[in-house]
């Protein structure tokens, strides 16, 4: 009798242990996925980007994709040349396996973040403890910097650079000059070059077109760079002579405005009508572009033609001096089978010379 109290009391004493020792298994567990769920919330990716700089960005910084918050900065910690900082991104968010970090500056005085791009649209995936190296990683310029930088320029500049012989304030007095008394003509010369720009916008597609086939000409002319050189060394004479000249090139500049309004006047009543010929200009420059053989050929002979046609002309006599090769246009040149010397017209049987008649 009191044995089979004494098991039952065992077996009650296991049973307990066992459900004590099953209800601490299942508190541990439940406190680590607890502080799983702290530390890595909905699976987040960590990853660790390299920077030159990371000036205002500290630990709990946004990180953004496409400026949405997707995280934030863990660590920052610097590295002799670099800063290395630590990210965490919403497990949900897909990177790509190239993505960039750009430390974005939204104002002067708003908090920083670290920017992820370009976003996800495809193509392998950034893995978990991936790092983005130096190479891939950006940083704002400093105001600091952007002053140095200026400071640089004008000292380059300045009486102790550019300046020691007063080269760059010649150039300034001479601008000045060129410009004085012109600035309102200037000034409505560039708002009718705006207007006509606009008219131009509609046809903007022909523009293009047109602009292609001038290239394809441009390289047929640039293989007969020896020609080009003789007409770049003419135009270099024709830049003296404006340039004695330049007190007309002033007087006329300062009437260019009234001319621009006068064309601007005139594209705008001819809109239809300058449409249509930009249209057909886009043919012509095509049809220049297919007929590029053609035009190399000339530029080849029309220099030695127009000599040769020179080298005609006798001034004693006032008069073109030549010979013609008549026998050019005779089917064989008169020779072997008695032809005429040139094909004159027929007016009756035709006999060879000597023969019957």
Do not use: C
């Not at 940083?139 to 500049?157: G, M, R, Y």
């Not at 290239?215 to 020609?227: E, G, L, P």
């Amino acid at each position: 009798m009191h044995t089979v109290q004494l098991d039952d009391m065992g077996r009650s004493q296991r049973r307990g242990a066992l459900l004590r020792w099953g209800a601490l298994g299942l508190i541990v567990a439940t406190a680590v996925a607890a502080v799983w769920v702290i530390v890595n919330p909905g699976g987040a990716r960590h990853v660790t980007a390299y920077f030159s700089a990371a000036v205002g960005i500290y630990p709990d910084s946004d990180v953004r994709v496409v400026g949405v918050p997707v995280g934030s900065v863990d660590s920052v910690e610097p590295q002799g040349e670099t800063v290395k900082v630590e990210l965490t991104v919403e497990g949900d968010v897909e990177l790509p396996a190239e993505v960039k970090a750009l430390v974005v500056t939204p104002s002067l005085v708003a908090d920083r973040y670290v920017q992820l791009s370009p976003p996800y649209q495809g193509g392998p995936r950034l893995a978990e403890g991936a790092d983005i190296p130096r190479e891939r990683t950006v940083t704002p310029v400093e105001i600091d910097e952007l002053f140095s930088s200026l400071n640089d320029l004008t000292v380059a500049l300045g009486p102790e650079g550019a300046n020691s012989d007063g080269a760059v304030s010649d150039v300034l007095e001479q601008g000045a000059k060129t410009l004085d008394g012109n600035g309102k003509a200037w000034g409505e010369s560039i708002r009718q070059l705006g207007e006509f720009a606009r008219t131009l916008d509609s046809s903007k597609g022909d523009m293009f077109q047109t602009v292609d086939q001038v290239s394809k000409f441009t390289r047929m002319v640039a293989t007969n760079d020896k020609q080009v050189d003789e007409a770049i060394k003419q135009v270099s004479s024709i830049s003296k002579v404006l340039a004695e000249d330049r007190g007309d090139l002033a007087a006329a500049l300062s009437e260019l405005g009234d001319a621009l309004d006068t064309v601007q006047r005139f594209i705008r009543d001819n809109r239809g009508l300058v449409k249509s010929n930009v249209d057909k200009l886009a043919g012509v420059a095509e049809i220049l572009a297919g007929q590029k053989d053609s035009l190399a050929e000339a530029l080849d002979t029309a220099p030695n033609a127009l000599t040769n046609l020179l080298e005609t002309y006798n001034p004693a006599s006032r008069t073109i001096d030549g010979r013609a090769n008549l026998l050019e246009y005779s089917a064989d040149g008169g020779g072997g089978s008695g032809g005429p010397a040139l094909p004159l017209p027929q007016t009756g049987q035709f006999r060879p010379a000597g023969g019957d008649r």
